[in-house]
């Protein structure tokens, strides 16, 4: 059988402009070539900046921003779409090759229904009549499992939940019964539990319609699911490529290897989890006299350990920071510290109550100045909480700089000079200087690459055995809780379902939320997916 | 920044401001005779001894638009200034503490610009003693209120950033977070917007000079000799239109400026890097 879609020694190339610098000739893409049967899924995976998306779009002959496609073909049966002129691309797009992004919330305009904008591309092209295009929307809707499938179509955007925004942009590609769907991270912007079902929809999906698929994610376990295929990239280059098996059970390469074990090491648990630095009693808090966020939640974290909170978005767990850093006094309840309790108002707390207790952001990028230098930020609370000055300031600096694995060079670099992982670091420094009793990590390593978010939990541990600082650490990854936590909390919908020491806490027997919680994270092998929908089809088993 | 990455629109609006601001320094070196002196009769046309010609007392109007120079362009400055540090430090104010006092500011902000800025100018100045002092100030204060609602704005934008929570919670003063957190991050907007308000303060002062209540005589700015030469347009007399262009021009200049400031500002925010 013919290929559908033949990439040969794809090259990609952009101008890139340093700051401070002449613009320059950057290689993006270098060398790539794969092959796509119809009804197959292709997973593109890498690091950010590896080139998977870019390689994505040049699949419908896109650029994006100042992109080029400098050289190699793409090959759409047979047809080489990189020589086509703009009216010939612009028939293929939205008919034979359709895209799905990652952010449906983004891509869905909020004034008009669903079903307009699910069938707009396919009639737009001229490919079905309206009534014909309608049918096949609910038909679609049904595939995808979204509820209500006959109406489903009617709602606006804002009126249903990410997932299902998600699983309506799945659709609204699939309408127009195209070839080749290219998938940009579809679920990682989703809850785990949600992107279970998005994921399950869309693989039933590609199997029922039998198109072809290309799947970029960072996620190595979540494309051993999908795909047939594996193509794993690194700087534009492809490291490694072949069947999905192969991939995950043999990987051939280093980084692949690096890829596939990133499931890290467990940490043993302290065995004595008496005492407590920090104590939560009975804390409701809310927004504006709404209703309430968090509903009684205490915890306990001794001193020098880790308690993880663990939840999905919504579950309360970034109020619960806001409580304990005293931006959002709470309604009832007490925060305790060593003992004593805290007043509930940051502005009320003194210099050292607040220097004991400091917070890392998920984002490094708006969590640093971007007018200061590394000097001026870490430096900052160096001379504001002990007063420090001039070259006893710097040489604090550059030893809290090496304690980050970072040198003295960084001095005078800007944020803006620095990668994602450098900058979480920074701001590590920056919590580390006030040399805090406490340090509440608000998922720290959720916007960055698996490998980079590897080397900061390292850093994080290790800092914790030098400093005997103890963590708070809110994620929603539970890999992240076994390498790293002591006790757990589990959070849904502002109240604490499970709390305790964790090898307790993460081993049946399970309450109802906590399993589901578990069963959804997914596993780095094949036939994952399958399993635990079948389980959830007969939860006796 | 590269000499070369500057527009011609830019360098042309540069070269104007730069040479009206040589004119303004350098008045007595340049200017043939003073602004003051009556050198010749009524409304001569140009020669080789007045090169723009005469005015409706008979002084030189060459010497009077250098002069007139030094003065629009010192009392629009000094105004713009004072209106910039007033109204970017009670913008900040409210935007960082919120609350009551962002509410008291605000709602007093509004109530000084619900009142036409012409009429409210026009009866300050009516009543307040006549200098140079209450002139800028009256200015000053009037424009202000737009430099507050646009300080507030763009340190509304910044104040939610989680750098200035992480400043609030590491004990800071209001003080350092206004200077030290926020205002480095919101210059280049209001740098623009520095000089999109100093052209308005040059049309300004120049309208109130034309109504009497601007720089009084016999001292020289382009408004006031606009009035005194209006008359002579009905005689096909041109010395009214000659000041009238170099407010035009150089309100002009600044604006190509302004345009060019905003658009590396724009493309600061993300753009794709073609301003």
């Given at each position: 059988?013919?290929?559908?879609?033949?990439?040969?020694?794809?090259?990609?190339?952009?101008?890139?402009?340093?700051?401070?610098?002449?613009?320059?000739?950057?290689?993006?893409?270098?060398?790539?070539?794969?092959?796509?049967?119809?009804?197959?899924?292709?997973?593109?995976?890498?690091?950010?900046?590896?080139?998977?998306?870019?390689?994505?779009?040049?699949?419908?002959?896109?650029?994006?921003?100042?992109?080029?496609?400098?050289?190699?073909?793409?090959?759409?049966?047979?047809?080489?779409?990189?020589?086509?002129?703009?009216?010939?691309?612009?028939?293929?797009?939205?008919?034979?090759?359709?895209?799905?992004?990652?952010?449906?919330?983004?891509?869905?305009?909020?004034?008009?229904?669903?079903?307009?904008?699910?069938?707009?591309?396919?009639?737009?092209?001229?490919?079905?009549?309206?009534?014909?295009?309608?049918?096949?929307?609910?038909?679609?809707?049904?595939?995808?499992?979204?509820?209500?499938?006959?109406?489903?179509?009617?709602?606006?955007?804002?009126?249903?939940?990410?997932?299902?925004?998600?699983?309506?942009?799945?659709?609204?590609?699939?309408?127009?019964?195209?070839?080749?769907?290219v998938f940009d991270e579809p679920t990682t912007a989703l809850d785990v539990t949600t992107q279970l079902d998005v994921l399950a929809a869309i693989k039933h999906a590609i199997e029922v319609t039998g198109t072809a698929a290309i799947y970029i994610t960072h996620d190595l376990a979540v494309v051993a699911q999908v795909a047939d295929d594996i193509m794993v990239l690194r700087h534009g280059r492809v490291v490694e490529y072949g069947p999905a098996r192969q991939i995950i059970d043999a990987p051939g390469k280093d980084y692949t290897r690096a890829l596939v074990s990133a499931q890290r090491t467990t940490r043993a648990e302290a065995a004595d989890q008496s005492g407590a630095v920090l104590e939560i009693d009975g804390v409701s808090a809310g927004y504006g006299g709404g209703a309430n966020v968090l509903e009684g939640v205490s915890l306990r974290l001794p001193k020098g350990q880790t308690l993880a909170i663990v939840g999905e978005s919504g579950s309360g767990k970034s109020t619960l920071a806001r409580v304990i850093t005293g931006l959002l006094p709470p309604a009832t309840g007490r925060v305790l510290f060593e003992g004593a309790p805290l007043p509930p108002s940051a502005a009320r707390r003194d210099r050292d109550q607040l220097r004991r207790i400091q917070l890392i952001y998920q984002m490094a990028d708006t969590a640093l100045n971007p007018r200061q230098t590394v000097r001026e930020l870490i430096g900052r609370p160096l001379g504001f909480y002990f007063g420090l000055r001039g070259a006893a300031k710097t040489a604090r600096v550059t030893q809290l700089?090496?304690?980050?694995?970072?040198?003295?060079?960084?001095?005078?670099?800007?944020?803006?000079?620095?990668?994602?992982?450098?900058?979480?670091?920074?701001?590590?420094?920056r919590a580390l200087a006030a040399e805090p009793e406490i340090i509440l990590c608000d998922e720290p390593t959720s916007a960055l690459d698996p490998l980079v978010a590897e080397g900061i939990l390292r850093l994080l541990a290790r800092l914790r055995r030098e400093t005997g600082v103890s963590y708070l650490f809110i994620t929603h990854d539970l890999g992240i809780v076994r390498a790293f936590a002591d006790s757990v909390a589990i959070m849904h919908r502002g109240k604490v379902v499970r709390a305790g020491r964790k090898s307790a806490a993460l081993s049946p027997p399970f309450d109802a939320y906590t399993a589901r919680l578990l069963a959804c994270v997914p596993e780095m092998r094949l036939g994952w997916l399958e399993e635990t929908l079948a389980m959830r089809k007969d939860p006796d088993q | 920044m590269r000499l070369r990455a500057i527009p011609a629109g830019a360098w042309i609006g540069l070269a104007g401001i730069a040479a009206v601001a040589i004119c303004a320094i350098f008045a007595p070196l340049i200017a043939p005779y003073t602004d003051r002196q009556i050198v010749g009769g009524v409304w001569e046309p140009a020669s080789a001894r007045f090169l723009l010609g005469t005015d409706n007392l008979g002084r030189d109007l060459l010497s009077r638009m250098i002069y007139g120079a030094r003065v629009t362009l010192a009392v629009a400055l000094a105004a713009t200034i004072l209106s910039f540090g007033l109204g970017i430090l009670l913008g900040f104010a409210a935007a960082v503490s919120g609350g009551l006092i962002d509410a008291v500011l605000s709602r007093g902000n509004d109530l000084m610009m619900s009142i036409p800025t012409l009429i409210f100018a026009l009866v300050a100045l009516a009543i307040l003693p006549k200098n140079l002092f209450v002139l800028v100030l009256v200015m000053a204060v009037l424009d202000s209120t737009r430099v507050f609602r646009i300080g507030r704005a763009v340190a509304l934008d910044v104040a939610v950033m989680d750098f200035v929570e992480a400043a609030r919670l590491r004990g800071e003063g209001p003080l350092w977070i206004i200077f030290r957190e926020i205002l480095p991050n919101t210059l280049s907007p209001l740098l623009s917007e520095f000089g999109l308000r100093f052209a308005f303060a040059i049309l300004f002062l120049s309208t109130l000079s034309f109504l009497g209540l601007g720089i009084q005589p016999p001292a020289a700015d382009w408004g006031g000799m606009v009035k005194d030469n209006k008359d002579g347009i009905i005689f096909g007399i041109s010395a009214a239109l000659v000041p009238g262009a170099a407010i035009a021009a150089l309100v002009i200049c600044v604006n190509l400026v302004v345009d060019w400031l905003l658009r590396r500002t724009s493309s600061l925010k993300g753009g794709r890097g073609d301003g």
């Open positions: 059988m013919a290929e559908l879609l033949s990439v040969r020694d794809l090259r990609i190339g952009a101008i890139s402009h340093p700051p401070g610098e002449p613009p320059r000739e950057v290689t993006l893409v270098e060398g790539v070539s794969f092959d796509l049967a119809r009804g197959k899924v292709l997973g593109l995976i890498g690091e950010s900046g590896a080139g998977k998306s870019t390689i994505g779009l040049a699949t419908l002959a896109h650029g994006r921003g100042g992109v080029r496609i400098t050289g190699g073909q793409v090959l759409l049966d047979g047809t080489d779409i990189l020589s086509l002129g703009r009216r010939d691309v612009n028939r293929l797009r939205g008919a034979r090759v359709c895209y799905v992004a990652q952010s449906a919330a983004a891509a869905f305009n909020p004034a008009h229904r669903l079903i307009d904008q699910v069938i707009e591309a396919t009639l737009l092209r001229g490919l079905m009549s309206r009534e014909a295009a309608r049918a096949r929307a609910v038909h679609l809707f049904d595939i995808l499992g979204l509820p209500d499938p006959a109406s489903f179509g009617d709602r606006f955007p804002h009126q249903v939940s990410g997932g299902q925004l998600q699983r309506a942009m799945t659709a609204m590609a699939l309408c127009p019964n195209p070839a080749l769907i700089l090496e304690q980050i694995e970072m040198g003295r060079g960084f001095l005078d670099r800007y944020p803006a000079e620095l990668s994602g992982g450098q900058k979480q670091r920074v701001a590590i420094a | -």
